[in-house]
């Protein structure tokens, strides 16, 4: 079950970025404003970086090996919430289609168990990232997006037993969010997104959910 203290501290920082990406909308809205057809900023090749929280969702990741190293834990404490980030380059081809493609930080998984001793594991996950990306247009410069696609992952685990291990994989994400272009180069987005099985079997394989905030510019 999602942290609810965790979420209400992400929506404390995604709703008034929302409302900054569709008050400039519902005031050209009421002003009669609509961009120049020459003007519209809706292809073309863009760079973009996101930042936000990311937050694993399975708690059992590596608690096999922290029982095998130190017997059935009489406690545990696992963290698998952090700020995380992500830098892309992506290319939208029409109102409707585009693709991305670019590094994530997928997140960082840490598990403390108490047994017959102390046991400490840590797992991070980060790769690159590629996706097909569908839009569906509200305004002239508002968009709701879908996004589907794949992730190469590299996992790295290590404990304080001496256990370590780096493995890679290939596993499928899903996102959706809202694009909003502020002029015709710079656009702001707010996204979540999902990624799947995540890990190795020296850590354990955990999904991760990222609410993402990011900014973009279109090169022209």
């Known amino acids: 079950m999602p942290n609810l203290h965790f979420l209400a501290r992400t929506g404390l920082?995604?709703?008034?970025?929302?409302?900054?990406l569709i008050a400039p909308q519902t005031a050209r809205a009421q002003a009669g404003f609509k961009l120049p057809e020459a003007a519209n900023p809706v292809t073309g090749l863009y760079v973009i970086g996101t930042?936000?929280?990311?937050?694993?969702?399975?708690?059992?990741?590596?608690?096999?090996?922290a029982t095998a190293a130190v017997g059935?834990?009489?406690?545990?404490?696992?963290?698998?919430k952090r700020f995380t980030g992500s830098v892309g380059v992506g290319y939208r081809f029409n109102q409707y289609?585009?693709?991305?493609?670019?590094?994530?930080?997928?997140?960082?998984?840490?598990?403390?168990?108490?047994?017959?001793?102390?046991?400490?594991?840590?797992?991070?996950?980060?790769?690159?990232?590629?996706?097909?990306?569908?839009?569906?247009?509200?305004?002239?410069?508002?968009s709701f997006f879908v996004k589907f696609g794949g992730v190469w992952?590299?996992?790295?685990?290590?404990?304080?037993?001496?256990?370590?291990?780096?493995?890679n994989s290939l596993r499928s994400y899903w996102?959706?969010?809202?694009?909003?272009?502020?002029?015709?180069?710079?656009?702001?987005?707010?996204?979540?997104?999902?990624?799947?099985?995540?890990?190795?079997?020296?850590?354990g394989q955990t999904s991760f959910n990222h609410y993402m905030m990011g900014v973009g510019y279109l090169i022209d």
């Open 153 to 167: 992952a590299r996992t790295n685990y290590e404990d304080n037993f001496g256990g370590s291990d780096s493995s």
């Open 13 to 20: 920082v995604a709703v008034p970025l929302a409302l900054t």
């Open 51 to 65: 930042l936000g929280p990311s937050q694993g969702n399975d708690e059992t990741a590596s608690l096999a090996r």
């Open 97 to 142: 289609w585009g693709i991305e493609g670019g590094f994530v930080d997928i997140g960082r998984l840490e598990l403390n168990a108490s047994g017959t001793g102390e046991f400490f594991g840590r797992s991070k996950m980060r790769g690159g990232q590629f996706a097909l990306v569908g839009y569906l247009p509200a305004t002239d410069t508002l």
């Open 72 to 80: 059935v834990p009489n406690s545990t404490i696992v963290e698998s």
């Open 175 to 203: 996102g959706l969010g809202l694009q909003s272009h502020f002029n015709r180069n710079l656009f702001g987005r707010l996204e979540f997104l999902r990624y799947g099985n995540i890990g190795s079997t020296a850590s």
